[in-house]
T-cell receptor, first 109, second 117 residues
């Protein structure tokens, strides 16, 4: 089956710093989402981004489906950005999302 | 407000007992999913359903069962055959037409934490 790997696995930032999270996948996909999991376990959809670039405030994402990767950019990080970031992909020909390994982010005040 | 409701939020059970986790959505979504998350790990797919009265096994279906008798509801039963049932269980739904068109955007419930004593 498809492999979805995220890097880095852990990241510690000082408030105000910028960061880039990466998601690599091993096969073609129809859809891709980025999620933020807060300390209470709730998964919040950040981006639905099967291809191209989107921006939402301090966050932006880019997916290059032909090269099988996606990037999530966080600018001017805040302590509330802390948590785990997951990418999830829907492999071509399936109707199910497979989740990546996650990046655990901690932003220090 | 439209959304996904999971209940209970916390559940404690003795080993060997079956438990059923509830998932209800009022988003008029066709597809529903169950994922399991162990501490410090990612999400793994247990079962998913594209339409009423139909469902498919995910990657870790052994020891679990589901039903999809109504569009709004997708309950998950954790049976005594599940060897290590203590985990965080997340239900999700998405809008997907039978033709597979439209964006398949997952929306999650708040989750249910099951602890087996």
């Amino acid at each position: 089956g498809i492999q979805v790997e995220q890097s880095p696995p852990d990241l510690i930032l000082q408030e105000g710093a910028n960061s880039t999270l990466r998601c690599n996948f091993s096969d073609s996909v129809n859809n891709l989402q980025w999620f933020h999991q807060n300390p209470w376990g709730q998964l919040i959809n950040l981006f639905y981004i099967p291809s191209g670039t989107k921006q939402n405030g301090r966050l932006s994402a880019t997916t290059v489906a032909t090269e099988r990767y996606s990037l999530l950019y966080i600018s001017s990080s805040q302590t509330t950005d802390s948590g785990v970031y997951f990418c999830a992909v829907e492999p071509s020909g399936t109707y199910k999302y497979i989740f990546g390994t996650g990046t655990r982010l901690k932003v220090l005040a | 407000d439209g959304g996904i409701t999971q209940s209970p939020k916390y559940l404690f059970r003795k080993e060997g007992q079956n438990v059923t986790l509830s998932c209800e959505q009022n988003l008029n979504h066709d597809a529903m999913y169950w994922y399991r998350q162990d501490p410090g790990q990612g999400l793994r797919l247990i079962y998913y359903s594209q339409i009423v009265n139909d469902f498919q096994k995910g990657d870790i279906a052994e020891g679990y069962s589901v039903s999809r008798e109504k569009k709004e509801s997708f309950p998950l039963t954790v049976t005594s055959a599940q060897k290590n049932p203590t985990a965080f269980y997340l239900c999700a739904s998405s809008f997907r037409t039978l033709q597979g068109t439209g964006a398949n955007v997952l929306t999650f419930g708040a989750g249910s934490r099951l602890t087996v004593l």
